[in-house]
């Protein structure tokens, strides 16, 4: 029995992602496409691969037998596919790449343009949003790999390599000018109109760790989807916005907001190179990992965020 590649591919992709909506967004199919074409392969194998846990999939024990020589196979094309890039030298190819509004903006958007000049041909598929979700992605084997901001130490299973550090911090409209140039306690903004990120964001927990470290409650009044949008509202005088200092810098130059002065400094956050261990990346994407982790001068830039930690498996 011959069986179709096709289904193969398919299955290859569901096996590691353990979600058939996931897999659909690889394979650029629909969620209802992968259920059927994995429902033939089963009939075709007559055995079941799968079997439903409240996430996604799990292979069966017939599933993990066969999953060992698809990927055997699947493995073997990318070989295939990497001696032919590296052929006609990255003309082609394609990278997914996931990343945060503070990472893209502040780090990572400078750093594509060069690789995008340099390698043309090459299409870079971005997976915008929260750090979160560009771990999960990571995870999941949606992208490549992602340049997030984090704070550490709330993430399972990826490798870590800090690329730069930066701080974030509380500005305010001239309105609240009780608070200008004196030293502001975590207490007293606690009583404060704080507009802060979303709740299922990183930048949301780091927040709501530092104040309960406090024995402080975080209760913002406002909780936008974006850093611009915490600025807008900081403008009109609506509260107290905390955001990345490199976001607000055009701001605070202009006057139109100014920055608080902590009692208590708050700790560095960092921009990092997450990977999921075990992952193997193309030729296309593993030459973008090598330009972000190093300069044009060979200077390492994991070298440069060395004061906030080395690349290291991030625990729970």
Request: glycine share 8%; aromatic share 8%; with cysteine.
């Amino acid at each position: 029995m011959e069986l179709n590649w096709e289904l193969c591919r398919m299955f290859y992709h569901v096996a590691r992602c353990g979600n058939f909506s996931r897999a659909a967004e690889i394979l650029f199919t629909s969620q209802p496409a992968v259920s059927r074409a994995m429902a033939a392969l089963e009939r075709e194998l007559g055995c079941r691969l799968f079997i439903r846990n409240r996430r996604g999939v799990e292979l069966t024990p017939e599933g993990r037998l066969f999953y060992a020589h698809v990927e055997a196979g699947c493995e073997n094309l990318r070989r295939g596919r990497e001696a032919v890039e590296e052929a006609v030298g990255l003309q082609s190819g394609s990278i997914a790449l996931g990343t945060s509004e503070t990472a893209l903006r502040g780090w990572l958007l400078a750093r594509l343009d060069m690789f995008h000049a340099r390698y043309p041909g090459v299409r870079i598929r971005l997976y915008g949003g929260t750090s979160r979700r560009a771990m999960e992605d990571v995870k999941s084997g949606v992208i490549d790999f992602a340049v997030a901001a984090v704070a550490g130490g709330s993430f399972r299973y990826l490798r870590e390599t800090p690329l730069a550090p930066f701080r974030d911090v509380f500005v305010a409209a001239p309105c609240y000018g009780l608070l200008r140039d004196r030293p502001v306690t975590l207490e007293e903004l606690s009583r404060e109109a704080v507009i802060c990120h979303r709740r299922d964001s990183l930048t949301f927990d780091f927040l709501e760790t530092i104040f309960k470290a406090h024995g402080l409650e975080l209760e913002p009044a406002m909780e936008p989807e974006t850093s611009d949008i915490v600025l807008d509202l900081a403008r009109h005088g609506l509260g107290v916005g905390f955001v990345p200092e490199q976001t607000a810098a055009p701001a605070l130059e202009s006057g139109e907001l100014f920055a608080l002065k902590l009692a208590e400094p708050l700790p560095p956050r960092r921009i990092s190179l997450l990977e999921y261990e075990g992952h193997t990346l193309s030729l296309a994407a593993r030459r973008l990992r090598d330009m972000l982790l190093c300069g044009e001068g060979g200077e390492s830039a994991a070298a440069d965020a060395q004061n906030v930690g080395q690349g290291n498996i991030v625990p729970a």
